[in-house]
């Protein structure tokens, strides 16, 4: 789907056809990404928001457009803004730090075993910073968020709850919307890690009703260095400067020795110093494409390609993490070898062209809970076919032949 658009995957790799089966780290960027990119830093760069020139003028413009349709592309309702980051990392720093006044000692903050560690590090920083009690919501045995789980935790004690949208190791599908309806009820916030969520799968912020939801542009075929931050407008309204600097004051009061910054309301106290944007103009391209795909189409391409996936698991010693089912989830599968170290199979995967990642994938968590210390993960893209999957499938296989017998 698209391959054609994805250059990279034209290119040799180690002397073989590239498989890239790496998007859930990062996605390809298509032809257009780039070259928008690379026409506005080469041809009409300019700063935004403060300048007058017609240069300036036109490229805030163009930066507001792009918000816009990226916000768009992921609400159906005017009740949020989006805050422009440099990263998800970034923004769920961001809204862990909107608790920082307003938690207090014995309060409960609520994440998960299936959390990558960008959505749960920063929230036991909050709790060690203000006297909060971390607890962690268990996974079942396919590493599943659900509602009975969460059910049996719930308290008025906790304040804020922090869960993943999709698992980075499992590609389980979180049912937020019926979760963001219990946690309300019982007086808490809701924030949601959708990085591996935006692209694959309908997303609706708006819909979902949570306080606030985080991702980023590189794993939605978009430039790096950009993120991004949803909040409910009274979100928006109650929080604190995350950042100071340039473009975050109307003015600062020097009447008495008490020197005083009178900052901006809105989205404008939260977006310190010049913004990513020559990426963000780029980004609104790779939302283009998925909106001309449409992203029910992609559902179903993946899904395709998640069934096939999924016969890993016929290959002797071979442990899928999680399902092994097609259905409430993604096209991310990790898996490892009863007697083969996930690095050793990656090596042989890169030495014959297949892209995957090894480790513990910046998810410690759910590894402990499966009880492995690493795996090997292919994650998959729209431009990935079944002829890169059964491919992947047979170097695993290869790989086994060679690396059990040494």
Request: aromatic share 8%; charged share 20%; proline share 3%.
């Amino acid at each position: 789907m698209l391959s054609s658009q994805f250059l990279e995957l034209k290119v040799k790799y180690n002397n073989q056809k590239l498989i890239y089966l790496d998007t859930a780290a990062s996605a390809l960027k298509p032809q257009a990404v780039i070259e928008t990119e690379k026409d506005f830093l080469s041809s009409r760069y300019s700063n935004i928001s403060r300048g007058i020139s017609n240069l300036s003028v036109s490229v805030t413009k163009e930066y507001a457009q792009a918000r816009q349709k990226v916000l768009q592309f992921v609400t159906s309702k005017s009740n949020g803004k989006l805050v422009i980051t440099n990263s998800a990392t970034t923004a769920l720093n961001m809204a862990a730090s909107f608790y920082e006044d307003k938690l207090q000692l014995g309060d409960e903050i609520l994440v998960s075993y299936a959390e990558h560690h960008s959505n749960f590090l920063p929230w036991i920083k909050l709790a060690k910073k203000t006297g909060a009690v971390l607890k962690v919501l268990e996974v079942d045995n396919f590493g599943q968020l659900t509602i009975d789980n969460l059910v049996k935790v719930l308290n008025p004690k906790i304040k804020v709850v922090a869960l993943t949208y999709v698992s980075n190791v499992t590609g389980a599908i979180t049912p937020v919307r019926q979760m963001a309806e219990l946690i309300h009820k019982a007086g808490a916030d809701f924030i949601v890690d959708a990085a591996q969520a935006v692209g694959h799968m309908p997303v609706d912020f708006s819909e979902i009703d949570c306080e606030m939801a985080a991702w980023s542009a590189h794993k939605v075929y978009g430039p790096t260095a950009l993120g991004f931050l949803y909040c409910k407008d009274r979100i928006i309204d109650e929080f604190s400067n995350f950042l100071v600097g340039g473009g975050t004051v109307d003015d600062i009061n020097f009447a008495d020795s008490d020197i005083k910054p009178i900052y901006k309301k809105g989205l404008e106290k939260l977006e310190a110093g010049t913004p990513p944007i020559s990426q963000m103009i780029a980004f609104a391209k790779s939302i283009e494409m998925l909106q001309t795909v449409n992203i029910k189409n992609i559902v179903n391409h993946e899904k395709q390609l998640t069934e096939e996936l999924i016969n890993l698991q016929s290959l002797p010693g071979i442990e899928i993490l999680g399902s092994i089912s097609s259905d409430n989830r993604l096209g991310i599968i990790s898996f490892t070898h009863q007697n083969i170290h996930p690095h050793d199979l990656g090596q042989f995967l890169d030495d014959a062209g297949v892209v995957c990642r090894v480790g513990h994938n910046c998810a410690v968590p759910i590894h402990r809970r499966f009880g492995k210390v690493a795996s090997v993960r292919f994650s998959l893209g729209l431009y990935n076919n079944l002829n890169d999957v059964k491919q992947a499938i047979a170097v695993t296989k290869e790989a086994i032949n060679f690396l059990d017998k040494v």
